[in-house]
């Protein structure tokens, strides 16, 4: 995966926060993740990716995180259905910004929410699985990107 690839996604970051809190969103450097290491956090989130690319987009977020960002959203209720639907939508948009970028051959599922921290995502098959940590009034979150750029298919 390239470095424009992560910086697309760094983008789709920083313009959410921007747009949502009145709190700027800080990235940490990216890494490489490894195989067995513990990921999730409390709500999480991961969307397919088909087309010009294959592979997985995970974000996942602690509790009080999510909980901080339900009332900037007009909600006034905060339950643990509302934090999971968050992050999914989070995930999404994050996913869906950097589509506006890669284009329409970038094709992307819906979120599958996930509870807990022991929840785990496998990269994709040949991929590597970068992480962009988040921090966020001094919450922090990460976003993991583990996509493979396909062939295109040659027609006869």
Aim: overall charge negative; some cysteine.
């Amino acid at each position: 995966m390239d470095e424009s690839l992560l910086n697309i996604f760094a983008n789709a970051i920083i313009h959410y926060f921007d747009t949502v809190t009145d709190h700027p969103a800080v990235l940490g450097t990216p890494y490489l993740g490894h195989e067995n290491e513990q990921v999730a956090l409390d709500f999480s989130a991961v969307i397919g990716i088909s087309g010009t690319y294959r592979g997985n987009i995970y974000y996942t977020a602690p509790h009080a995180k999510l909980r901080s960002l339900v009332p900037l959203l007009g909600e006034t209720l905060v339950t643990d259905e509302i934090c999971g639907e968050l992050v999914g939508e989070i995930t999404n948009i994050f996913v869906g910004n950097a589509r506006e970028e890669l284009g329409s051959g970038f094709m992307i599922s819906t979120p599958l929410l996930l509870t807990g921290s022991n929840s785990s995502v496998r990269p994709a098959k040949g991929a590597s699985c970068f992480i962009l940590p988040i921090e966020w009034n001094s919450f922090y979150s990460r976003l993991l990107i583990s996509l493979v750029k396909t062939e295109p298919v040659k027609t006869p």
